[in-house]
């Protein structure tokens, strides 16, 4: 897996790119999109396994923990084009999937697995991507300016229970805390050092950019 900062290099080479040639930006292919004639005698166009798609949020970031899966959907911002400048997947179509807890030489991090992807016509189709792990953690502890830390962040529902522990919020839903698969231990060891760590994703720098991990075929239109 190649390491988060690395993609996100890539990714702002790639739009300083498109600023220098006012060209739609192109998508991160290792060889050109390739074409397959199908029996039915319709061509159709597949985008290579390993192409990097480049994906935006509209948060700056999100917060959950190392064990916390949760679903959200990301935007493309911009046309996805082949060699030859034919429009692959449209500007501002969706992307569909879940944060999913995931392991990096050791260190305990959170990836995204794409599923579905919605054309902005609302046509949908299934997509096997995922984004590098991202393992950067941040400590959030009581009273250490906590709102700062989670301004203009998409926070799990997990990591909320727990830093709103943590912050003495009085809308903490303590049922929650018993009946959520362990989030009893983890709530008990937030009061006991009052302390919490998170995973802190920044989606709009290239965290959440996905690798195709098989050949997506794009639909007849």
Same mark, same amino acid.
């Given at each position: 897996?190649? #390491?988060?900062?690395?993609?996100?290099?890539?990714?702002?080479?790639?739009?300083?790119?498109?600023?220098?040639?006012?060209?739609?930006?192109?998508?991160?292919?290792?060889?050109?999109?390739?074409?397959?004639?199908?029996?039915?005698?319709?061509?159709?166009?597949?985008?290579?396994?390993?192409?990097?798609?480049?994906? $935006?949020? #509209?948060?700056?970031?999100?917060?959950?923990?190392?064990?916390?899966?949760?679903?959200?959907?990301?935007?493309?911002?911009?046309?996805?084009?082949?060699?030859?400048?034919?429009?692959?997947?449209?500007?501002?179509?969706?992307? $569909?999937? $879940?944060?999913? #807890?995931?392991?990096?030489?050791?260190?305990?991090?959170?990836?995204?697995?794409?599923?579905?992807?919605?054309?902005?016509?609302?046509?949908?189709?299934?997509?096997?991507?995922?984004?590098?792990?991202?393992?950067?953690?941040?400590?959030?502890?009581?009273?250490?300016?906590?709102?700062?830390?989670?301004?203009?962040?998409?926070?799990?529902? /997990?990591?909320?229970?727990?830093?709103?522990?943590?912050?003495?919020?009085?809308?903490?839903?303590?049922?929650?805390?018993?009946?959520?698969?362990?989030?009893?231990?983890?709530?008990?060891?937030?009061?006991?050092?009052?302390?919490?760590? /998170?995973?802190?994703?920044?989606?709009? $720098?290239?965290?959440?950019?996905?690798?195709?991990?098989?050949?997506?075929?794009? #639909?007849?239109?």
């Amino acid at each position: 897996m190649i #390491p988060w900062h690395r993609c996100k290099s890539g990714t702002a080479a790639l739009m300083a790119m498109a600023i220098s040639t006012g060209a739609i930006v192109p998508i991160l292919l290792p060889s050109p999109a390739t074409a397959q004639m199908f029996p039915s005698q319709f061509r159709r166009i597949a985008i290579s396994r390993g192409a990097v798609i480049p994906t $935006k949020y #509209p948060k700056d970031k999100i917060i959950v923990t190392p064990k916390e899966t949760k679903s959200i959907e990301l935007e493309i911002p911009n046309n996805i084009i082949d060699n030859n400048g034919q429009v692959l997947i449209p500007a501002n179509s969706k992307m $569909k999937g $879940k944060l999913e #807890p995931a392991t990096l030489n050791g260190e305990e991090g959170s990836q995204f697995v794409a599923s579905e992807l919605i054309f902005p016509d609302g046509r949908r189709q299934s997509i096997d991507a995922v984004s590098n792990i991202i393992t950067r953690k941040e400590t959030i502890r009581k009273g250490a300016g906590t709102r700062k830390i989670l301004e203009g962040a998409a926070v799990g529902t /997990v990591a909320s229970v727990l830093i709103s522990l943590l912050t003495g919020d009085n809308k903490v839903n303590f049922w929650e805390i018993i009946t959520g698969g362990g989030l009893g231990a983890a709530a008990s060891a937030v009061l006991r050092r009052q302390r919490v760590t /998170v995973l802190m994703i920044e989606p709009n $720098k290239g965290d959440l950019d996905v690798s195709l991990r098989s050949d997506f075929v794009i #639909p007849n239109r």
